[in-house]
């Protein structure tokens, strides 16, 4: 029979009720009112009944003893007992009284009550969920805010269990008692809505994505998808995570906000970039480790990203695993960031002004000895190489110099300032902006700062209802002056700060002293009084007295103007086709002017003619982009397919560059071009840059089920000019499969998983950063020979034998991942990746007898990073308190797999000026570009350590060491210290990247803490050039060896250093690179409605803002923060400075 | 945008990067190419590797040590001193990669001169083809002296056969040379001598005879060798057909200011005018041997600093003391500073006595720009007149040939020094060789050649059986099938 009777059921179909087959009880009543009973279910099981109890006799009693029974099967027996009726919604359970009384005993059968389970497909018609069986009925529509029908919306009347859930197109059915209720629309990931019939009997209701994301539409490249159906490993950076935040750049945006990627600056120069990795270092060859920037749909390549204004950006998507990337191809294997910039909506117009002042200084001094500490140490070193004291008394040079105040800015200036407008109707919307950015250095501000202008316009129309027309367009000027060579041995402000003597003088105003040589005799740098500045006795090499080497660089500076831009035609003739054409380009222009006048800073640094530089250079890149896609849905099967061509050309670029030499000035200011000077001291040169040229199709399908199976196909083919002609195009496949495991109907209901979704993928990308040309047979010249008298003759050969095999550096990704949204506010992703990277472009070593004179490349080498990421995420509204907290970590592991048959490791590595032995080395095994050098095993105390040092034959291993001096580990056992005992000491990759945000807002008052932090890496500390034997010491050196006992960790101080205490890279200057730093604290008061209003404003807010305010370390540079080219050691980069600001935000 | 599909789109503009399929179309194209065949004979070193040329072969030798600043300073020159020689350690790659490139790039113009090329004259292609021959069979020739066992290619090398080459025997080796050389003197485009102050340096008929009598030398076929020595030399003390006669001043010979003089045969060529900084070797065009063989931290006249190479030997000092070469032989730096005119830092072995005939001197003072060193604008006389009448000498009487002219060869030779007439004897061959070649890289070939070796060199180390060959470099046995020389 059809059973009406026992309508129960097991759970909902979005999986999230009760589980009433798993959830047990105990009920032991005798003749008690059912209502009792109903009572004694709620407590236990923590579900709710509702009736309407002028129908339903609550009062009626029952006996029941049932011990550890499934609520199901007691629902049932209720259910055979009282000619009761049961829906379930969720936890709630809505009860009637059975019109016709069971008949027969087939009506608890679980064939019978399974037969009347919601089946998923058909919510709909199950839809009217009611124990008021006579009332109105509202139907509607529930969309998210883009418009997209959701699917499986609780819609609850206010109070009551009483509901029912929307259907694939997101309508809903719900019979009501009266036509003046409240409805509750809840869903996860979306922020819970009430509405008010007011009568109304239609509602349609457009909810908003909540914090959980999983309704966030994120950028996939070439379109967006749902992040709770995205079944890649994405990263999300939104313009509300970036909000008045001090971001200079767009490599700041990211730095601790997503997970996977490692970021570090370059330097704390104004303008200066940071080397951003995704998942690891890619591969051996530089430019092959950049992420690729695509910007609105232009691929700008890598690294040229600087001319975006961080405040024009809408969104920042990390496309990091392989399935993600794949859609990219060849040139996604280091993985691709996307970034969007904002677009006007329709409405309003909106004016907002952002704007922030501050000032800066440096967070941190180093402690250097001053002038008396110093000479003592000086003359303590002579005696130990048995010379006579330097000084003789060094008391009489007081504290001396210091070097560091002289160049330091304590109140280096930094503002931003940014009006947009933007707005539109439904047939246009426009997004403006107007931008300014200036940063002083608080190093050496005269030469060192930066300024950048933008302007952007982004705008679209609406040709006609099926036909939409738009725009994007950013333009940049960029003043940089960046002269103060930072990371660098070979001198510069900062680097002479610390090694310069604290014994010579900021400026000699001794009028005997400034007369004689060689002041009087040279073209020294003087103050604004005519002081010359002094010049060290004592310290040489390209050390020199950093306030006359900033006089040398006045005026230099770096400009360029960027034009980055789209424009696009998007036409949707039938619903679900779209046909979108788009080109794209990236024009730049940049240059230098460079004047070099007469100095003389030391006997080693001087100039003896002026030079007037200037370098102009551009180029004009562009990209062809045309797609189409389809999206169907089917019942719950749900189609979207891409196909699409495109077509790239960058490095078409120029450039010349002239110099005029032996100008009759001595400034930047009075150079010009335009003096007359014989053609012998103009020197010039140009270039003309290869083309690079990619050709693509690429294909894509997605595909879901119910918003519960998840499939992404990627494949895409890549032809690019710089692969081999036998390899001239590469396919890139990638698959990737999703399940919402929460939205199964055996899911467990529990309240403290609201959402669990399981993916994993596997791809292939490349890479093809090749160099130019490496698959041809080149002929090079320079192979000259001389024929009769002084005379030589040009000869060419061919270079290499040719690779036309040479392709493109494959890497391959197996990703999984897990995201949940947990107990309603918490969400959580988690990635598990192995990425391996094969053919890594390498020179190919042919036999000699071959001949060749050039290099031939192929692809060689392989590498692999293994991660885990991990993104948390929390917000809460309570009372007027609303609290954001996300945080994230990632550990990596980067290791060179192979390097080439019987290859252990590249030649070369990083070296210190101080050593013949690489401080690096790139070898099988290891991390890229691991420290490598000799084992300190402490200090030799006295002679007998020395002697008790033996070898197995019974021979001291280091017989020329004196107390004092290192005792080196002898690892290879051979009785000797050779280059044999040099092993791998630490590397600069940190195991792990973390980062959080805390967000709390308190009715006006809001508070942002971010940090960000590494920690599994070393530095090399190499801020005192050991080959300057009588450059300044770091005060920690004061526990230098000097007797016995003195230290087992500081060797003693010689000039001669015959044990290379100083020479050999060794673990004595190698330190823990961790840290953790408050990025930014901030503190905002948003000004009362009423008050603003007067004054024409919607929206006013001002802060204090601070950044780097802490860093925590115990490294003992200026700042552990080492990127760059030389990744991991430092030569006294140019710190981040610590900055106070005061900002303010105005929406009208 | 259909363009933008098509295979062309990829096809960049090469930017006037010059590629071999469109190279070598002109004359002037030709001539580049055949000029980088000569460049690998100017290198003392090899492309990747270190300074090593012929004070190698003299450190080897009883004339001259090792020296430089220490044991390990220059081990080029003391790995081949002591004999401490390995596949790792040691000269060989230098040589090795040195001949080697030139061969191939040898080959290379060789089938490109099988083409035509517009605009390049017949004559001119067939001495441009000699040229190339000639300068095949010199690079073979060093290679098979030094190591025996060679690969022989007579052809560009196609890239799939890299890994599949084997050695050749030394006979077949011998026999291409034989072949080449004779080639290169039956081309009626050769000329026999060139204008000293354009071309000098370039291959002539007389320099192929020279070299090939010296290679049927090597090869013990005395009758070929002294007839072929015979045309280079013509009468003894006279006017060979090819212009060859001895200078009347000894010292004349290496001065820089009378390069490709009428004794000069085989001239390997330099130029101070190139301004080269140090780095590869491939791109120096001055003379390295010169920085190499000078004193250390000299201040003084007549030279400049140097490096303290090749010290000469107590052997070779007491040999050649009394004779009138040792003036322009031995820079006696000792008794400058012993006469408190000069300074300097004695290096490892030093004896206070070097290598004078390519020292760096002050009156051969580089006046063009770029530093001193390396542009040193010595030419290297590898085959002179003496050289080829001792040889012929030496050929003549191992052959049984004429004893006569033997000896008014040898005379010639010792009488352009002043010295008294003596016997064609072998010994006396020998040693006047030593004395009259002294330091030009000769000595340590002539004692292996001639079977010395083992009772001259053994008391200083040499072993026999292994090191008058010099091992196989290294890093040729990856992935290759090359096979090591006995005993390394």
């Known amino acids: 029979m059809i059973v009406f009777s026992s309508v129960l059921t097991a759970k909902d179909s979005t999986g999230q009720g009760l589980d009433t087959k798993n959830t047990f009880l105990t009920i032991q009543v005798d003749s008690k009112p059912l209502q009792e009973v109903f009572s004694e279910i709620e407590h236990q099981s923590k579900c709710k009944f509702v009736y309407d109890a002028n129908s339903l006799n609550v009062t009626a009693p029952i006996t029941m003893h049932v011990k550890k029974e499934s609520l199901y099967n007691i629902l049932i027996q209720l259910s055979e007992k009282m000619n009761l009726d049961f829906k379930q919604i969720g936890n709630y359970f809505s009860v009637r009284t059975v019109e016709k009384p069971h008949e027969g005993s087939s009506v608890g059968t679980s064939a019978a009550i399974k037969k009347v389970f919601f089946p998923d497909t058909k919510v709909s018609s199950y839809g009217l969920i009611s124990n008021l069986y006579n009332n109105i009925i509202v139907r509607g529509k529930v969309t998210d805010d883009k418009g997209s029908p959701l699917l499986g919306v609780t819609v609850q009347l206010k109070g009551s269990g009483l509901g029912t859930m929307t259907d694939a197109n997101g309508d809903f059915e719900i019979t009501l008692a009266s036509g003046n209720a409240t409805l509750v629309f809840s869903y996860v990931g979306f922020e819970i809505k009430e509405v008010k019939l007011n009568g109304r009997t239609t509602i349609n209701v457009s909810l908003t994505a909540s914090v959980s994301g999983l309704n966030e539409v994120v950028v996939v490249g070439y379109g967006t998808q749902k992040k709770s159906v995205v079944t890649g490993a994405i990263s999300s950076v939104k313009a509300s995570d970036l909000e008045n935040q001090q971001i200079g750049n767009l490599s700041q945006a990211l730095q601790g906000r997503a997970s996977g990627l490692t970021i570090a600056s370059s330097s704390g120069a104004p303008g200066a970039a940071a080397t951003v990795t995704i998942r690891g270092t890619t591969s051996l060859n530089d430019g092959a480790n950049d992420p690729l920037y695509v910007v609105d749909g232009v691929v700008v390549g890598s690294g040229g990203i600087d001319y975006l204004n961080p405040n024009d950006i809408e969104s920042i998507e990390v496309l990091k695993d392989a399935a993600s990337a794949a859609i990219y191809g060849a040139r996604s294997s280091a993985g691709v960031i996307l970034v969007t910039t904002k677009k006007g909506k329709a409405g309003d117009v909106r004016v907002n002004y952002n704007g922030y002042y501050g000032t800066q200084a440096p967070a941190k001094k180093l402690k250097l000895l001053n002038a008396t500490q110093y000479a003592t140490l000086m003359n303590e070193q002579a005696a130990n190489d048995g010379k006579p004291a330097v000084f003789a008394n060094p008391e009489s040079f007081g504290k001396g110099t210091d070097w560091q105040d002289l160049i330091f800015n304590n109140d280096a200036q930094i503002q931003n300032h940014e009006v947009s407008i933007s707005g539109g109707s439904e047939k246009a919307t426009f997004y403006t902006s107007f931008g300014y950015f200036g940063q002083d250095g608080i190093v050496a501000p005269s030469i060192s700062n930066y300024k950048r202008y933008n302007v952007r316009l982004n705008s679209s129309y609406k040709i006609a209802k099926w036909l939409t027309f738009g725009q994007t367009a950013g333009y940049s000027h960029i003043n940089n002056k960046g002269n103060v060579a930072g990371n660098t041995d070979f001198g510069g402000p900062l680097s002479s700060a610390i090694m310069m003597d604290p014994i010579t003088k900021k400026i000699i105003t001794d009028p005997t002293e400034a007369n004689a040589v060689p002041y009087s005799t040279q073209p020294v740098e003087r103050d604004g009084n005519g002081n010359p500045y002094g010049i060290s006795n004592y310290v040489v090499q390209q050390v020199t007295n950093p306030l006359a080497y900033i006089q040398t660089e006045q005026g230099n500076y770096n400009w360029s103007d960027d034009i980055v831009g789209n424009v696009f035609l998007e036409a949707e003739p039938v619903k679900g086709l779209k046909l979108r054409s788009t080109v794209g380009t990236t024009l730049s222009y940049w240059g230098s002017e460079n004047f070099t006048p007469l100095y003389y800073l030391n006997s080693n640094q001087f100039s003896t003619q002026t030079s007037f530089a200037r370098s102009r250079q551009k180029s004009a890149n562009w990209n062809i982009e045309n797609t189409v896609s389809f999206n169907r849905l089917i019942n719950q099967h749900n189609f979207t397919i891409l196909l699409g061509q495109g077509a790239y050309l960058d490095n078409n670029s120029s450039g010349i560059n002239v110099t005029y030499f032996n100008l009759p000035v001595n400034t930047f200011k009075e150079a010009s071009m335009n003096y007359s000077i014989s053609a012998a001291d103009i020197s010039a040169g140009g270039y003309e840059g290869i083309h690079h040229t990619v050709s693509s199709l690429f294909g894509r399908l997605t595909y879901d089920y119910g918003g519960k199976y998840l499939f992404t196909g990627i494949i895409r083919r890549d032809g690019s000019s710089r692969f081999g002609s036998n390899n001239k195009f590469g396919y890139f496949p990638s698959a990737s499969v999703g399940w919402v495991a929460s939205r199964e109907d055996f899911f467990p209901a529990k309240e403290n998983i609201n959402f669990l979704k399981i993916r994993g993928s596997y791809g292939i990308t490349g890479s093809d950063v090749l160099g130019n040309f490496r698959y041809l047979s080149t002929v090079g010249g320079g192979r000259n020979y001389t024929f009769g008298d002084n005379l030589y003759d040009i000869g060419y050969s061919p270079d290499a034998p040719s690779n036309p095999d040479l392709r493109w550096e494959q890497t391959s990704q197996l990703n999984f991942g897990i995201d949940m949204v947990l107990f309603t506010n918490w969400n959580l992703t988690f990635d598990w990746y192995n990425k391996k990277t094969s053919g890594i472009l390498q020179t190919i070593q042919f036999p000699a007898y071959v001949g060749a004179t050039g290099s031939s490349y192929g692809n060689v080498a392989d590498m692999e990073n293994k991660g885990l990421e991990l993104e948390l995420g929390y917000q809460k509204t309570i009372g007027a308190v609303k609290i954001n907290v996300k945080g994230n970590i990632s550990h990596l592991r980067n290791e060179v797999t192979y390097l080439g048959d019987g290859k252990e490791f590249l030649d070369g590595g990083a070296k210190l000026q101080s050593s013949t032995y690489p401080l690096t080395r790139t070898a099988v095994g290891y991390a890229i570009g691991s420290f490598y050098g000799f084992k300190t095993e402490g200090v030799f105390q006295n002679q007998g350590e020395i002697d008790a040092y033996v070898g197995k034959d019974g021979k001291p291993i280091q017989p020329t060491a004196v107390p004092g001096d290192f005792k080196w580990a002898d690892l290879d056992g051979d009785g000797q210290i050779t280059e044999a005992d040099r092993t791998f000491i630490g590397d600069p990759i940190p195991d792990w990247s973390y980062g959080f945000s805390f967000n709390v807002s308190w009715k006006s008052f809001d508070l942002l803490v971010f940090g960000q932090g590494i920690s599994g890496n070393q530095i090399f500390q190499g801020l005192r050039r050991m080959d300057i034997p009588t450059a300044n010491w770091q005060t920690d050196f004061l526990n230098r060896w000097h007797g016995e006992g003195t230290s087992n960790t500081y060797p003693r101080l010689t000039i001669t250093d015959k044990n290379k205490n100083m020479a050999n890279p060794s673990d004595f200057r190698l330190q823990n690179g961790d840290y953790f730093r408050i990025k930014t604290l901030q503190i905002g008061y948003s000004l009362p409605a009423n008050i603003i209003n007067k004054a024409g404003l919607k929206t006013a807010r001002i802060y204090l803002s601070s950044n780097n305010l802490l860093t925590a370390t115990k490294y003992t540079g200026f700042d552990p923060e080492i990127g760059g080219s030389s990744y991991g050691i430092d030569r006294a980069i140019y710190p981040q400075s610590r900055s106070y600001l005061v900002g303010l935000n105005l929406g009208f | ?488």
Request: glycine share 8%; proline share 6%; aromatic share 12%.
């Open chain 2, 1 to 488: 945008m259909i363009a933008a599909c098509s295979k062309s789109f990829l096809d960049v503009d090469l930017k006037a990067t010059q590629v071999e399929d469109n190279y070598y179309k002109n004359p002037d194209q030709a001539f580049a190419g055949l000029v980088a065949a000569y460049d690998p004979l100017g290198w003392e070193g090899g492309i990747s590797s270190g300074y090593s040329n012929f004070p190698c072969l003299e450190a080897a030798s009883d004339d001259c040590f090792g020296g430089g600043g220490s044991a390990s300073d220059v081990p080029y020159l003391n790995t081949m001193d002591s004999y401490n020689i390995d596949a790792a350690n040691g000269p060989q790659l230098d040589f090795w990669q040195k001949n080697f490139t030139g061969i191939s790039r040898v080959n290379t113009v060789l089938s490109v001169f099988e083409k035509d090329i517009p605009g390049l004259d017949d004559a001119v292609k067939k001495r441009y083809i000699a040229e190339a021959k000639f300068l095949r069979a010199h690079y073979y020739f060093d290679l098979v002296r030094l190591f025996a066992n060679v690969p022989l290619f007579t052809e560009p090398l196609p890239k799939e056969e890299i890994y599949n080459v084997t050695q050749a025997s030394p006979e077949e080796v011998y026999a291409q040379i034989e072949k080449d050389l004779k080639d290169v003197i039956a081309e009626p485009n050769l000329p026999d001598k060139v204008p000293a102050a354009t071309e000098g340096g370039r291959v002539t008929k007389g320099a192929a005879q020279a070299l090939l009598g010296k290679v049927y030398l090597y090869e013990k076929k005395w009758n070929d060798a002294a007839a072929q020595f015979a045309d280079v030399n013509g009468a003894p003390g006279g006017t060979s057909k090819y212009g060859y006669h001895l200078l009347n001043n000894f010292s004349d010979i290496f001065r820089v200011d009378n390069k490709f003089n009428s004794e000069s045969i085989i001239e390997i060529t330099h130029t101070s005018i190139a301004a080269s900084g140090w780095g590869n070797v491939s791109n120096m065009e001055g003379m390295i041997a010169s920085q190499m063989v000078g004193p250390r931290s000299y201040n003084g006249p007549i030279y400049y600093s140097g490096w303290g190479g090749c010290p000469i030997t107590p052997s070779l000092f007491n040999a050649i003391h009394n004779d009138p070469r040792y003036a322009t032989t031995v820079a006696d730096i000792d008794s400058l500073v012993n006469l408190h005119l000069a300074s300097y830092k004695p290096g490892y072995q030093n004896t206070g006595h070097f290598a004078k005939k390519f020292a760096p001197q002050q009156s051969f003072k580089n006046t063009n720009a770029g530093p001193a060193p390396p542009n040193y604008p010595q030419n290297y006389i590898e085959m002179r007149l003496a050289d080829t009448y001792l040889m012929e000498a030496e050929a003549l009487v191992q052959g049984g040939g004429d004893l006569i002219r033997a000896a008014a060869l040898l005379n010639a030779v010792r009488a352009r020094v002043g010295l008294d007439p003596e016997e064609a004897t072998l010994e006396n061959i020998y040693n006047e060789r030593r004395l009259e070649l002294a330091t030009e890289g000769h000595r340590w070939y002539d004692l292996i050649r001639t079977g010395r070796a083992a009772a001259i060199l053994g008391p200083l180390g040499f072993t026999t059986g292994k090191n008058e060959l010099l091992p196989i470099p290294l890093p040729e046995f990856t992935n290759t099938r090359m096979v090591q020389n006995p005993g390394y």
